[in-house]
């Protein structure tokens, strides 16, 4: 299963923008890259994800670099309420087969700290 | 419901106790997953069931957790036995097909005592 490295922590100030960056130098070809992020105490939640192209919703947007080794998912304005752990996962969704089963295997992300 | 619901939100447990976790996936999605979150880790898998088949089971730490979905909508996750270390934070996720994004439930906090 491919891995994703981000940093431990990240701080930032409320209504600046975050760049949270995410290293994933042995991504496959079926490989999507998706952005979750968990709130103290809650369930995780989905934010984003892409293939190759750049990608944007209400929530953030995702840079893809082009080799796709990398990407950074972008707040554009943070809030108190994005203080939360943000993982960067590889999800494979090549053809189903033992050991792929579109599960998401998590690292231990980035905590974001926005202060007020 | 709009969402993912698991139940109970807390349970404790002496050791040695058997205990039952219950999701309530969204309805109509095909694809559930569970996963186990210790403090201050990301979730781990432990299974995933496509409609009422469990297609892996890879992720289940020992033969004293099981979990079954038998009609394709509900599951429940049962630890017998349960010891120190499965207290954790099981969390339940369900999607639409497998290919699209999780929803996960908050989650249900077994602390064994």
């Known amino acids: 299963d491919a891995k994703t490295t981000q940093p431990n922590s990240m701080e930032s100030n409320e209504e600046e923008p975050v760049h949270l960056p995410c290293n994933h130098s042995?991504?496959?070809?079926?490989?999507?890259i998706h952005w979750y992020r968990q709130l103290p105490s809650q369930g995780p939640e989905y934010v984003i994800h892409g293939l190759t192209s750049n990608v944007n919703n209400r929530m953030a947007s995702l840079a893809i670099a082009e080799d796709r080794k990398s990407s950074t998912l972008i707040l554009h304005r943070a809030t108190l309420r994005d203080a939360a752990v943000y993982y960067c996962?590889?999800?494979?969704?090549?053809?189903?087969?033992?050991?792929?089963?579109?599960?998401?295997?998590w690292g231990l992300g980035t905590s974001l700290a926005v202060n007020p | 419901g709009a969402g993912v619901s698991q139940s109970p939100r807390y349970k404790v447990a002496k050791r040695g106790q058997d205990v039952a976790l219950r999701c309530d996936p969204i309805s109509g999605h095909v694809s559930l997953f569970w996963y186990q979150q210790a403090l201050g880790q990301g979730p781990e898998f432990l299974t995933y069931f496509q409609n009422e088949a469990q297609l892996d089971k890879s992720g289940l730490p020992s033969d004293r957790f099981f979990a079954e979905r038998p009609e394709g909508s509900v599951s429940t996750l049962k630890i017998q036995r349960t010891q120190q270390e499965d207290s954790a934070v099981y969390l339940c996720?369900?999607?639409?097909?497998?290919?699209?994004?999780?929803?996960f439930g908050q989650g249900t906090r077994l602390t064994v005592v």
């Open positions: 042995t991504i496959s070809g079926t490989d999507y």
């Open positions: 996962i590889l999800r494979d969704v090549g053809p189903l087969r033992a050991g792929n089963n579109r599960k998401l295997i």
């Open positions: 996720a369900s999607s639409l097909v497998t290919e699209t994004e999780a929803f």
